[in-house]
């Protein structure tokens, strides 16, 4: 017979203080005959009686004393053990484990991330900047900051901001080679190329319903955007990186951007995290930070005059791209 020992010890205990199964019945809301047979099934799992019965009153035995007081003990501790459950399932607290790319991580997350403690202060965060695709579940993260097309299957993935990628080159390079008019042109200047998966076969434009993905070489090939954009600004070619990279450049004419007539292949900046089930406040509110700092028109976009990156909505959806969903597809590097 399976028994609910916690339940049993509710009804005996209440039993106990109504002083009868008929008031111990209308306080949890029961029948008197579960209330019954809720203690019955104590006294049988416990092999001893608890209380004497007769047709006036009730009175505890010498091990129902004894139960009683131990049995409130372990009630009122399991009362104490839910409420801080509760608490915990509503508060951010503890230490929330992220992962970025080093350039985002440094230009945009840890600023958005001591604006974010001073409004939980319960949270600490361990944050770790590094440029590979780190697995969640064996190295102990709860989340993981990625920019690119698409997440691997397995993962939630929630779109916390838009990412444009623009062509750029400096006022000194642009002077000495010229200005590309069209993407062909690229194919003659000296690119300055990361080895990113989404780059695969070229760089990507799109203008209407033109798509051009042109092959591109050059004297520099780094998988660091900062050592590439710094090369750009000093005049050696011609860059293709996000927005949230080059944007100071472009606010400040180091840089100039290129082909503004052509968007990039939609990217974004993705919150990524095991399972959806059971998301800690500490995650979630995180997340929902993020969204609310970044998206969805991020102020790297908003100070730079370049356009932005093509949107893909939910077919015949009007409403925001910046939804909760499984994605499928090849692991992207983080940038």
Not at 273 to 291: E, G, M, T
Request: include cysteine; proline fraction near 6%.
């Amino acid at each position: 017979m399976t028994i609910d020992i916690a339940a049993g010890m509710r009804v005996f205990t209440a039993v106990v203080e109504a002083e009868s199964f008929a008031g111990a019945a209308d306080r949890l809301e029961l029948s008197r005959g579960m209330a019954t047979r809720y203690v019955a099934q104590l006294e049988a799992h416990l092999g001893v009686r608890l209380l004497n019965r007769t047709t006036r009153r009730l009175s505890l035995t010498e091990a129902g004393i004894d139960y009683y007081q131990r049995a409130t003990q372990v009630l009122a501790m399991i009362d104490e053990a839910e409420t801080s459950a509760a608490q915990n399932a509503s508060v951010p607290r503890g230490t929330l484990r992220v992962t970025s790319s080093v350039i985002f991580g440094m230009r945009h997350l840890g600023a958005a991330i001591g604006a974010y403690l001073e409004r939980h202060p319960q949270v600490q965060v361990d944050l770790s900047l590094n440029e590979r695709v780190v697995d969640l579940v064996d190295e102990g993260f709860d989340l993981a900051i990625r920019v690119g097309a698409k997440i691997d299957p397995g993962l939630v993935a929630r779109r916390v901001a838009p990412v444009s990628v623009v062509a750029c080159a400096s006022p000194a390079y642009l002077a000495k080679h010229g200005k590309p008019e069209s993407p062909e042109d690229l194919a003659l200047h000296n690119c300055l190329v990361y080895p990113h998966p989404v780059h695969q076969g070229g760089w990507h434009f799109i203008r209407g319903g033109e798509v051009r993905r042109i092959a591109v070489c050059g004297t520099l090939r780094a998988n660091n955007g900062e050592a590439l954009v710094s090369a750009a600004i000093d005049g050696l070619g011609i860059v293709f990186e996000p927005t949230f990279l080059v944007y100071d450049a472009l606010r400040e004419k180091k840089l100039l951007r290129l082909l503004p007539e052509w968007t990039s292949e939609a990217l974004w900046v993705f919150a990524v995290y095991p399972n959806r089930r059971f998301l800690a406040p500490k995650v979630r509110s995180f997340i929902d930070f993020l969204v609310e700092r970044f998206g969805p028109e991020p102020y790297w976009d908003t100070a730079n005059p370049g356009r932005r990156a093509v949107l893909r909505r939910p077919s015949g959806g009007n409403g925001p791209v910046a939804v909760d969903r499984r994605l499928s597809a090849a692991k992207p590097r983080a940038r």
